[in-house]
């Protein structure tokens, strides 16, 4: 029962994780779109720039959260 438990507790902090990363991208994407739009500029600059940190972040998020888990099981 215990192990059962610790499975399901395992994948709902993972499927945050996915969840967490994918908001974080998108808002990265939504606000270099709004920059991108107020500036009026031609080619989406900040849209890609800011898309992008947040793939940094969200990464960065996910090498932490991962590290500790790596602890915790030593």
């Not at 709004?34 to 849209?47: A, E, Q, R």
Request: aromatic share 18%; charged share 20%.
């Amino acid at each position: 029962m215990s192990k059962k438990k610790s499975v399901d507790t395992s994948f709902l902090k993972y499927t945050g994780l996915a969840f967490q990363m994918g908001i974080t991208i998108f808002l990265g994407a939504f606000a270099g779109k709004k920059l991108d739009n107020y500036l009026s500029l031609n080619k989406p600059y900040f849209t890609a720039a800011l898309a992008f940190v947040g793939v940094i972040v969200s990464f960065y998020f996910l090498f932490k959260d991962l590290s500790q888990d790596k602890k915790n099981e030593l």
